[in-house]
Nanobody, 125 residues
């Protein structure tokens, strides 16, 4: 019912930049009432899925230590979109990046967690 669509992944050289975007929407009748937190996680081959960055509805951000100073997360509340601007990319940033949203559908009393399908980011040395 809720769909998170990511875009912006790809292959880049070390030191370059990429921008990821993710938009949340309802695929059936209904609408999103509110999104508390949106964020990005990543999973490298053979590794667990780890937090990259999150941003709350009030704009509070949280970053993994490994990306602080290089990545910036932002939100467009009107478009239910979260962006991740990545600078100074390193080969260690290579992973599948997943969008995440903790949101409430209109008329619902509960908050639910949703994931996107993932987008590949590959950084060559």
């Amino acid at each position: 019912q809720v769909q998170l669509v990511e875009s912006g992944g790809g292959l880049v050289q070390a030191g370059k930049s990429l921008r990821l975007s993710c938009t949340a929407s309802c695929t059936a009748s209904g609408s999103i009432g509110g999104i508390h937190v949106m964020g990005w996680y990543r999973q490298a081959p053979g590794q667990q899925r780890d937090l990259v960055a999150t941003i709350t509805s009030r704009g509070s951000t949280n970053y993994a230590n490994s990306v602080k100073g290089r990545f910036t997360i932002s939100r467009d509340h009107a478009k239910n979109t979260v962006n991740l601007q990545m600078h100074s990319l390193e080969p260690e940033d290579t992973a599948v990046y997943y969008c995440n949203a903790l949101l409430q559908l209109s008329g619902d009393l509960t908050w639910s967690n949703y994931w996107g399908q993932g987008t590949q980011v590959t950084v060559s040395s």
